[in-house]
């Protein structure tokens, strides 16, 4: 069984969700809210297909028409069976520094919210290295089960990042030519502590770069770490798989 543990099966996106969804047949799929709309989408998905599980969050990029009701639907949804983690979260330094002081604000908010309901945390961090590491590093998110998802930095930041208890999403980048670094995290971080992503619609792996992703598409990932690691695609497949069910507390009857 494969896991895709993160993607955005989003309306804006697909024509035909049910069509991409029944193509992951017995496969699960967790697909992760960025603001208040796509985290109702989310939940309408979790409760129409059984292999659906989902995240609720407000991605760092959406704050600009943030309001704290954003946070209150969020609370009021996590009593959802289906509802495993708080995500997307994190910072994103890439399309501006502006805002940095209320990016960790809403960041440490729901990772609050995270640790309060026993939910994982599901993580974005672009060109925000040192303040996400600094923010997770707290001895009050000790305790928390993390996913640091699309893992893009270096093998000695990702060793430090799984001294946390964190776990790394590995997707679609790591086919790509110029992956170097990348693969070199791979090679040398034990697959107890990564788990496998599309981050659908976006990052298709080879051989579908430059095409829009979908879930099912995570099978090439598992595939790339196998050559990287020189193993059975199988064992990559059931170890990243277990890491998930754990991770996200996973219950499930396809």
């Known amino acids: 069984m494969l896991i895709d543990t993160h993607c955005h099966l989003f309306s804006e996106y697909y024509d035909d969700i049910d069509f991409v969804i029944k193509n992951m047949k017995s496969n699960i799929i967790i697909v992760s809210g960025t603001n208040t709309e796509t985290n109702k989408q989310v939940i309408k998905l979790c409760n129409k297909y059984k292999n659906v599980y989902g995240t609720l969050g407000i991605h760092p990029s959406e704050l600009e028409n943030f309001q704290s009701s954003d946070l209150d639907f969020i609370t009021e949804?996590?009593?959802?069976?289906?509802?495993?983690?708080?995500?997307?979260?994190?910072?994103?330094?890439?399309?501006?520094?502006?805002?940095?002081?209320?990016?960790?604000?809403?960041?440490?908010?729901?990772?609050?919210?995270?640790?309060?309901?026993?939910?994982?945390?599901?993580?974005?961090?672009?060109?925000?290295?040192?303040?996400?590491?600094?923010?997770?590093?707290?001895?009050?998110?000790?305790?928390?089960?993390?996913?640091?998802?699309?893992?893009?930095?270096?093998?000695?930041?990702?060793?430090?990042?799984?001294?946390?208890?964190?776990?790394?999403?590995?997707?679609?980048?790591?086919?790509?030519?110029?992956?170097?670094?990348?693969?070199?995290?791979?090679?040398?971080?034990?697959?107890?502590?990564?788990?496998?992503?599309?981050?659908?619609?976006?990052?298709?792996?080879?051989?579908f770069r430059g095409k829009q992703n979908k879930p099912s598409n995570v099978r090439f990932i598992a595939e790339k770490i196998a050559e990287i690691k020189n193993i059975d695609v199988e064992k990559v497949i059931k170890s990243t798989s277990d890491n998930a069910i754990r991770q996200f507390d996973i219950k499930y009857d396809l």
């Not at 640790?115 to 040192?130: F, G, M």
């Not at 670094?181 to 619609?201: A, F, G, Q, R």
């Open 77 to 207: 949804n996590l009593n959802n069976k289906k509802i495993v983690g708080i995500g997307e979260i994190g910072l994103d330094y890439y399309w501006t520094t502006d805002n940095k002081e209320k990016q960790k604000e809403i960041f440490e908010k729901q990772l609050q919210l995270a640790k309060k309901h026993n939910k994982t945390a599901v993580i974005h961090s672009r060109d925000a290295l040192t303040d996400t590491y600094n923010i997770l590093n707290k001895k009050e998110y000790s305790n928390m089960k993390i996913v640091l998802h699309c893992y893009s930095y270096d093998l000695e930041t990702a060793q430090k990042i799984v001294k946390l208890g964190i776990k790394l999403g590995i997707g679609g980048i790591i086919t790509f030519d110029k992956s170097k670094n990348l693969e070199n995290v791979v090679k040398n971080i034990d697959l107890n502590h990564l788990l496998l992503e599309t981050d659908s619609p976006y990052l298709s792996p080879v051989p």
